[in-house]
C-alpha cells in the first residue's frame, strides 16, 4: 500500500460521504442515519487497507470464496465488518455466518435455512440479514418476487438465529440513474406493506451511479465500489 494509494482511496471516501451529505440535506435527513458500505468485490486487499487506514470499516464482498482468502489476509484489521453483498450458495453457508456481519442477500426460504443451520453448527447466536427483493421483475436477477415478500418474511420469522432487519435492492440498470428512483420507491412501499421501519428498520439500496436518489428515497445503508476503489478488474475464475 502506497500513500497515495491510500490518499486517493481517503480522497474517494470523503468525496462519497459528502454525496450522501448533500443527497441528506436536500430531503432533510441526517446522514448519520445512511451507512456506506465500500463494496470491495475484485480489488485487491491492499485497497482494503488503505480504506480501513482512513477510518472505514465495512466492506462489501460478492464471493465467498474472495472473502475467505481477503479475511486471511486481513485479519489483523480489528472492527472490520464484512458484509455479503452476492448471491448466496447453500453449500458456503458456513463460510458465510463465520464472517459476515451482515447478508444483504437472503431471497430464499431454502437458503434462510441454510444460514440458520450453519449459526447452529458454528454456535452463532444470531445472524443479522437482509431479503433481497426483485423490484425490477428481472427474469435474470436474483431476490424473491416482490409478491412473494410477505410470506417469505413470515416464513424467516420462524427461524430461531436468522435476524430478518430489512431490505435490499439493485434495481435494473439504466443510463440515466433517475430511472432507479421509481425502483427505491418500490422497495420503501414493500417495506411499509410489511411492517414498516419498526420491524424492517434497514434498507439497503443505492451504488456509485444512483446513491443520491437512494438515499432521498430513504436508503439507510448504500454499497458503494467504484466511486471509493475505482474501476473493478474483470472477474476471473479463481474468484
Ligand atoms: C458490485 C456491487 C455494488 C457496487 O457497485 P458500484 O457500481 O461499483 O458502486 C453494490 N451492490 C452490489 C450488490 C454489487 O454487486
Known amino acids: 500500500m502506497t500513500a497515495q494509494h491510500e490518499a486517493s482511496i481517503a480522497a474517494s471516501i470523503a468525496?462519497?460521504?459528502?454525496?450522501i451529505e448533500s443527497a441528506c440535506?436536500?430531503?432533510?435527513?441526517?446522514?448519520r442515519s445512511v451507512q456506506l458500505v465500500a463494496v470491495s468485490k475484485l480489488q485487491p486487499a491492499s485497497s482494503i487497507r488503505a480504506a480501513y487506514a482512513a477510518g472505514h470499516r465495512d466492506f462489501g464482498e460478492n464471493y465467498v470464496q474472495e472473502l475467505t482468502t481477503k479475511h486471511a489476509e486481513l485479519a489483523g484489521l480489528e472492527g472490520l465488518r464484512w458484509h455479503v453483498t452476492g448471491h448466496l450458495q447453500r453449500n458456503k453457508a458456513r463460510d458465510v455466518v463465520a464472517l459476515a456481519a451482515l447478508v444483504h442477500t437472503v431471497?430464499?426460504?431454502?437458503?434462510?435455512?441454510?444460514l440458520d443451520r450453519a449459526c447452529v453448527e458454528i454456535e452463532r447466536a444470531s445472524l443479522p440479514v437482509l431479503v433481497q427483493v426483485n423490484v425490477g421483475g428481472e427474469a435474470q436477477k436474483s431476490g424473491c418476487d416482490p409478491a412473494a415478500l410477505p410470506s417469505l418474511l413470515d416464513a424467516l420469522a420462524k427461524l430461531p438465529r436468522v435476524r430478518v432487519a430489512g431490505l435490499?435492492?439493485?434495481?435494473?440498470?439504466?443510463?440515466?440513474a433517475a430511472e432507479s428512483k421509481r425502483y427505491f420507491d418500490a422497495l420503501v412501499q414493500l417495506r411499509d406493506a410489511n411492517g414498516g421501519a419498526t420491524s424492517l428498520p434497514e434498507l439497503s439500496m443505492g451504488m456509485t451511479h444512483d446513491l443520491s436518489y437512494a438515499v432521498a428515497a430513504g436508503a439507510t445503508i448504500v454499497r458503494v465500489g467504484t466511486a471509493i476503489f475505482g474501476e473493478r478488474p474483470p472477474r476471473s475464475s479463481s474468484n
Open 25 to 31: 440535506a436536500a430531503v432533510g435527513r441526517d446522514p
Open 15 to 19: 468525496a462519497v460521504r459528502a454525496s
Open 168 to 176: 435490499m435492492t439493485v434495481p435494473p440498470h439504466t443510463e440515466d
Open 107 to 114: 431471497d430464499s426460504e431454502r437458503i434462510a435455512v441454510a
